[in-house]
Each structure stands twice: as C-alpha cells, then as structure tokens.
C-alpha cells in the first residue's frame, strides 16, 4: 500500500510558477507510475501528467503540454509537478496517485490517492 500526501498549492498570479510535491510512504513507491489529476468547481476530475517507475516515460494532457513537468526521486519518494506560465482555467484541486500498471491518462487504473492541494491562479 501506499500513503500520498500532496503540498506546494497556493495563490500564484496569471504567468506565475508552482511546484507541487507528492510524498510517498512505502516501501515500493519506486515500482509505481505516478499520476497527477486536477479537479475545478464544478467539472469532472481531469489528467494532468503521469510518469512511469523509473522517470524515462512521461505523457501530459495538451492543455498544459510544454508548460508543466513531471519528474520524480524515488531515493526521496517523491514525485514533483513543476507548473510554469500558470492560468486562471489552471485553477483546481490538485490529486496525486498511484497505479501499478504502466502510465495512463485513466484514473480509474490509479489504486491510491492523496487529498489534494489547491491551486488558484488569478488574472
């Protein structure tokens, strides 16, 4: 099993930057894919980014393709989403998971997840 708790939200202005982090407890967190989903008011739960066990595969959702990125450091047991060029519609609470199977956009295939931090972004 695995416990996640995210950190790192905030209130950042339209342009500005975040990091958010994942940590894990755990023995296997390094045999996970790492996932990270947002959820705005009001809107169903989307994908953000995923990166497999080892860090050599990452997908991100074209929304924020070549603005964000996600990396990992599996001697700290943490998972990073670095979050550049913020926009209002980035706004949301922010989920990290946890799934066995190779990296998906499907949430349904992440077995645990953290409570979420939020993330405002204002114009």
């Known amino acids: 099993q695995v416990q996640l708790v995210e950190s790192g939200g905030g209130l950042v202005q339209a342009g500005g930057s975040l990091r958010l982090s994942c940590a894990a407890s755990?023995?296997?967190?390094?045999?996970?894919?790492i996932g990270w989903f947002r959820q705005a008011p009001g809107k169903e739960r989307e994908f953000v980014a995923t990166?497999?066990?080892?860090?050599?595969?990452?997908y991100y959702s074209d929304s924020v393709k070549g603005r964000f990125t996600i990396s990992r450091n599996n001697v700290r047991n943490t998972v990073y989403l670095q979050m550049n060029s913020l926009k209002p519609e980035d706004t949301a609470v922010y989920y990290c998971?946890?799934?066995?199977?190779?990296?998906?956009?499907?949430?349904?295939?992440?077995?645990?997840w953290g409570q979420g931090t939020q993330v405002t972004v204002s114009s």
């Open positions: 755990g023995r296997t967190f390094s045999s996970y894919t």
């Open positions: 998971a946890a799934s066995r199977p190779a990296p998906t956009m499907d949430s349904g295939r992440y077995d645990f």
């Open positions: 990166i497999n066990w080892s860090g050599s595969i990452t």
